[in-house]
């Protein structure tokens, strides 16, 4: 709109020359570039509307030139940007095609001269959408990078991209654009100084793209997003594109029966994460690997494995959350190369943590940087579900923090890190047995049946806290607490077997467990659920073989099927090199040995044994001792020398780490001499 068509609408006005601040030119440039005006209208609107034309006539004025010139004020800034004073739209649809994030939405009834215009729009990456109306509108939506200075380095033998203040594209000192010397051309193929790659945005356009990411209420509008947006994207507008992707479908916001490998659009994704994943940071990478575990989802062409090369490179900048989100996701996503990285994190953990003293927070009052309760019952889990040990120094530092913050743990954290020290068998120690003990008596209507079972079964591994801790809980427990019938069958096996393994058969927990079996079905056991159980009625048998002391009554299912299941693990068996060592041994010391000798009433099997003499000799690997305490064996094995003691045989236990130190040095013939003395058989 001229000067001319105002001075004919209103003379008076026409007298003094508009200011820069005018609503109309400040509406124009609003337009053109809102990101850098829009502050400056609403601060100066009440000075430029001051003796100069009525309100509601300069309203009509701003709705009329907003409608008539939006494309002419689109040309006239493609005219000052490229230099070309002749412009026209075949200039504009040059301009679009070449820097096709410019200009940020105009609309004008004025329809382009040819459709070769919008056509080269649209595969510029132009948002152009089709007239609603009865007048041709048409609504184009540009983005404008921050370009930066590309630059010769002579060591990389190549031009880089380096941003600076310096070399933007408009210059708020010269009030104008600022030509740079050294050709001009397309910046894709560029030997212009500028390179408008999609990994040097400026902070201010990703910083919208993220509002708009995360202001989208579903997964469709986000990918819908990722289509027409996606080449403007830096690393961290792509990060959060898959986080809220994760997070809006794991709320259920994703159309139903949506799929990703599916989807077109998550292949743009990747592909733009592909493009990025050199710029991507630690919380980027983290992110990207929960999010593809949150949506159950390997992209495709190994990126994972991509994002996986990268995290290597920085694992000096890791956070405590960061560690925890990429151990849960690999644990999920079951990722080979998931093991190898969780190793590598392990001594990350270890020199993040902060001293004893600190104290954990809940998630709920957690800050970036700091370690929290979920922080540590996460990568407790991680480790345990991927069946790493992290190191002994480890998990000692992380169950002294449980120990001490217990109260500001969750039930269900509590469960979690209980059931990992069991997976990796790790022995706690007694103080923080004690403490889960003590926790899961006091918090016990917080938790899940399953995760009362974890705790139980977790507890009863190690045989529980001294002075029978374990055993006083489950007396002191009400069989309502557990709500049985909530659990599944794998959970009704694990309660009955950690009370039957700290001899807590007289208890009422005990038996309203396995009133419950007779309710359940024999399907709905798997083979450990059943040889669980079968091995619970051993026990009970063994502690009081006429039923005057527990009068409790197994199904019938339990004796037929679970006895069948019980006794293939003896077929499983195999004899190892360290058995027949050990057996060469005692036959050079004149017994007759038998392996793998099977107990007359056919329910156990022996390692080795010396029938004339009731001995049972058993090879202990190092399965049958705790990882930190190579010298103390485990509860399941007290309970095997315990079932053999029952049925008359005296166990001899030979320990791997003796007898390897005893078989290099040729002392073996002594020690296993030795061992044979001490147990009352005399050796010739």
Request: aromatic share 10%; glycine share 6%; charged share 25%.
């Amino acid at each position: 709109m001229s000067f001319a068509f105002v001075a004919r609408l209103f003379p008076r006005a026409s007298r003094r020359r508009r200011p820069p601040t005018h609503p109309t030119r400040l509406r124009r440039r609003s337009a053109l570039f809102p990101e850098r005006n829009r502050s400056r209208f609403a601060r100066r609107r009440h000075v430029a509307t001051r003796d100069l034309v009525p309100t509601r006539s300069l309203r009509r004025l701003a709705v009329s030139s907003r409608r008539r010139s939006m494309l002419a004020l689109a040309r006239r800034a493609l005219r000052r940007h490229r230099g070309n004073r002749r412009g026209g739209p075949d200039a504009f649809a040059s301009f679009v095609s070449s820097h096709s994030s410019f200009v940020r939405g105009f609309t004008s009834e004025e329809e382009p001269s040819s459709s070769a215009t919008l056509k080269d729009a649209e595969e510029a990456g132009a948002l152009v959408t089709t007239p609603t109306r009865r007048e041709e509108t048409y609504h184009v939506e540009l983005f404008e990078p921050r370009p930066t200075r590309r630059r010769y380095e002579k060591g990389a033998g190549r031009y880089v991209s380096s941003s600076s203040s310096s070399s933007s594209s408009y210059s708020s000192r010269e009030g104008g654009r600022r030509r740079e010397r050294g050709g001009a051309g397309n910046a894709a193929t560029s030997t212009d100084g500028f390179a408008y790659d999609g990994a040097q945005r400026s902070f201010r356009l990703s910083k919208e793209l993220n509002s708009e990411i995360m202001s989208v209420p579903g997964t469709d509008d986000i990918l819908e997003h990722v289509r027409t947006r996606s080449h403007l994207y830096n690393n961290v507008n792509c990060a959060t594109a898959w986080h809220r992707l994760a997070k809006r479908t794991r709320a259920g916001r994703a159309p139903r029966g949506w799929r990703p490998g599916k989807d077109g659009r998550v292949k743009d994704l990747e592909d733009t994460t592909r493009r990025l994943i050199q710029d991507f940071q630690v919380q980027n990478l983290a992110n990207f690997v929960w999010s593809c575990a949150t949506l159950n989802y390997q992209p495709r062409g190994d990126l994972v494995g991509l994002a996986v090369d990268e995290m290597e490179k920085r694992t000096d900048e890791f956070y405590p959350q960061a560690i925890t989100n990429t151990l849960w996701a690999f644990t999920i996503m079951k990722h080979p190369r998931g093991p190898a990285l969780a190793e590598t994190l392990a001594p990350v953990i270890l020199k993040l943590l902060p001293d004893m003293d600190y104290e954990l927070k809940p998630i709920e009052g957690y800050k970036d940087g700091e370690f929290s309760t979920q922080t540590v019952s996460n990568a407790l889990w991680a480790y345990a579900s991927m069946n790493i040990n992290p190191g002994a120094e480890l998990l000692d530092r992380l169950g002294k923090f449980v120990a001490k913050n217990a109260p500001n743990f969750k039930a269900q954290e509590l469960s979690n890190s209980a059931w990992s020290f069991m997976v990796l068998n790790h022995h706690p120690g007694d103080e923080i047995l004690a403490t889960f003990e003590q926790s899961l008596l006091e918090r016990m209507e917080e938790c899940t049946t399953q995760a009362l079972a974890n705790t139980s079964i977790a507890l009863a591994f190690f045989g529980g806290s001294k002075d029978e801790g374990l055993k006083k809980m489950f007396d002191a427990v009400k069989p309502t607490s557990f709500r049985l019938s909530e659990g599944n069958t794998q959970d009704i096996s694990n309660i009955i077997w950690a009370m039957a393994s700290v001899g807590a058969f007289e208890t009422k927990l005990y038996k309203a467990a396995v009133r419950e079996l007779f309710r359940r079905d024999l399907k709905d056991f798997v083979m450990e659920g059943q040889r669980m159980l079968y091995h619970t009625r051993l026990m009970q048998y063994d502690y009081d073989p006429t039923r005057k002391i527990v009068d409790v009554v197994f199904p019938d299912w339990v004796e037929e099927s679970c006895r069948t299941a019980w006794l293939e693990q003896a077929k499983e068996t195999r004899v190892s090199t360290f058995q027949e060592r050990v057996a060469e041994t005692i036959q050079s010391l004149g017994f007759d040995p038998i392996v793998e000798h099977v107990t007359d009433d056919g329910l156990m099997s022996l390692d080795i044994c010396i029938d004339k003499h009731k001995l049972a000799v058993e090879c202990d690997g190092p399965s049958h001792f705790y990882s930190n305490l190579t010298e103390t064996v485990n509860q399941k094995t007290k309970l095997r020398d315990a079932m053999l003691a029952k049925r008359g045989w005296k166990v001899v236990s030979v320990p791997y780490h003796e007898w390897h130190t005893h078989w290099a040095t040729s002392t073996n013939k002594e020690y296993m001499k030795g061992l044979l003395e001490d147990a009352g058989v005399a050796v010739v």
